[in-house]
């Protein structure tokens, strides 16, 4: 599952208040890969609705010869909410790219090493998983319809389509892997400095 808008937006007021402008900024550019077409009203029904609820505050900058800004800044409230969000369970989807990995992983800052594996091995394991499961499932599908169907082209682009799928998959585990073996060595080498 996606992850939420309003976690997004306390992740990056964490790292910096900003106002709606500068996230909308931020959505557009950084954000687009973590969650397709933000528009700045959900921007600031996102910001009401976190400054309702207690998570975020707002602060009047006044701006000589413009508009006065509102700049947003997350309460202590807001930090737990992220925080558990972060480190908190992780839901695993059928497809990785409908996954909040990479929004969580953006985050890495804000989370312990530990976190971040656990996080890893979660996605690595389950995305093993599904290889060994539908990998060599049996694909074919039964036809009945009174439309013309090309099934020599059907079954043509259904197998491109698999084996690009697959090649997705792979390739995702193989980067989860390297990540998780680069923060390994890091941790290790921590480790030993300190010793």
Not at 131 to 148: G, I
Request: proline share 3%; aromatic share 8%; net charge negative.
């Amino acid at each position: 599952m996606a992850a939420k808008l309003e976690m997004i937006l306390l992740g990056v007021l964490l790292r910096k208040p900003s106002t709606g402008y500068d996230l909308k900024k931020f959505m557009d550019s950084h954000g687009r890969f973590m969650r397709s077409n933000t528009q700045m009203s959900q921007v600031y029904a996102s910001l009401g609705k976190m400054e309702d609820r207690g998570w975020v505050d707002h602060a009047v900058e006044p701006r000589a010869g413009a508009q006065d800004a509102k700049l947003y800044s997350v309460t202590p409230e807001g930090e737990t909410v992220f925080l558990d969000w972060l480190t908190g369970p992780y839901a695993i989807t059928s497809r990785f790219q409908d996954s909040d990995l990479f929004t969580r992983l953006s985050f890495a800052g804000f989370m312990s090493t530990d976190d971040v594996l656990r996080l890893l091995d979660a996605e690595i394991e389950a995305r093993q998983a599904q290889v060994a499961r539908y990998r060599n499932r049996d694909r074919s599908t039964p036809v009945a319809t009174s439309l013309p169907f090309d099934a020599e082209l059907s079954d043509l682009v259904a197998e491109w389509s698999h084996r690009t799928g697959a090649a997705a998959v792979d390739a995702h585990i193989a980067a989860c892997i390297e990540l998780r073996r680069e923060l390994a060595a890091r941790t290790a080498h921590t480790q030993g400095a300190t010793r």
